[in-house]
Nanobody, 114 residues
Framework: QVQLVESGGGLVQPGGSLRLSCAAS????????MSWHRQAPGKEREFIALITSGGTTNYADSVKGRFTISRDNAKNTVYLQMNSLKPEDTAVYYC????????WGQGTQVTVSS
């Protein structure tokens, strides 16, 4: 079993920055791919970024150049640095971990508004 807990969400003005964290516990040493997803009101959950245990990353076009995913394997934590935030980035952000099963965190709200 793997437990994922997100933190770092909040209210930020357009153009601002936030850093989200996702702490993994349990059998986290088996988590290879960790990723961030988001879901805006009335929309489907969408992929944002992923990172493998080896550090390979991939991003959705909508956030490329603005968001950076990273991980600290010693702390079993993955981060999402979000810069140049836009109102359309407003959503609940979820962390996902994949072992032989798929695990989701509970989500953290990010609101971009003036």
């Amino acid at each position: 079993q793997v437990q994922l807990v997100e933190s770092g969400g909040g209210l930020v003005q357009p153009g601002g920055s936030l850093r989200l964290s996702c702490a993994a516990s349990g059998s986290s040493f088996r988590v290879n791919v960790m990723s961030w997803h988001r879901q805006a009101p009335g929309k489907e959950r969408e992929f944002i970024a992923l990172i493998t245990s080896g550090g390979t990353t991939n991003y959705a076009d909508s956030v490329k150049g603005r968001f950076t995913i990273s991980r600290d394997n010693a702390k079993n934590t993955v981060y999402l640095q979000m810069n140049s935030l836009k109102p359309e980035d407003t959503a609940v952000y979820y962390c996902k971990g994949v072992t032989t099963q798929v695990y989701w965190g509970q989500g953290t709200q990010v609101t971009v508004s003036s």
